[in-house]
């Protein structure tokens, strides 16, 4: 438990979104791996921050605020996309009409690598090139968006980008048949460089996020997103990255690139990302 009371204490740049994070969860890791049971909420947190502040913070409140930032990130892009796609020019199938409101998505979200409209054969506009000459049909998502189901977390290397990316999308009805689908590939680098930027956090804390598959999501060190963390090396990590498969929340110790790593994790019911932070103890 020392090793957490030094994981509990990380620093944050809270900025007013994030300090509405940080104060909603409030309410609310090669030698051996190690795992406990979950992570619960800390009882001592900060209710008011100024923005810009910077302030200290129990890891497990930092973990949900680093959780709910990218959820909320994520969440909003699929409800303005959802809006779009339940009016009448989405449910017009005409790209001359749909290409101005997908637009005015793009500007707005900056982590938005791509943003698209695709039909149901799988053929694609985006509101940078207008039809491509690409499919998504082959895409894992495709079909369940196509049975009228949004998607929000699958990972895909962009075919219109080629940048490592999630896929946030929502199917566009009329007269009770599916039509057609809106959704954005969110740049998965520059997520992640959102999120340090956002929480700045000091050198020893690591975060990331893995998907149900095992592999990098979201990482502090962007080279690593998209590598699946069982594969580099460290039977500690391997065996830690299986627990946090396989558990909702807790805490994992292993070794990975010379130094002792304890993290603690949590899922998301969102994306189906398993989200983590944590300490190097050299």
Sequence with gaps: MRRIAALVSVVATVCACSAASV??????????????????????????????RHVTVDARVALRAYTAFVEQRLGSVLTALSAVAAGSDARSGQWDRISAPLAAIRARVGTAAVVWYVEPDGSYFTTEEGLTNKSLADRSYFAALMAG???????????????????????????????GGLGASIDLVKLSKVVQTRFAFPSSVDFYAIDSAGRYALNKATSLIFSFPSKLGSPSLRAAVHTMLSTSSGRVSYRFDGASRTVLYMRSRATGWTFAIGVGNG
């Design 23 to 52: 104060a909603s969860a409030s309410g609310s890791a090669s030698g051996s791996s190690s795992a406990s049971g979950s992570a619960s909420a800390s009882a001592n947190t900060t209710a008011a921050i100024a923005p810009g």
């Design 149 to 179: 189901r949004d998607a929000e977390g699958p990972l895909v290397v962009s075919k219109a980008s080629g940048r490592s990316s999630t896929i946030v999308a929502a199917p566009i009805r009329a007269n009770g048949h599916v039509i």
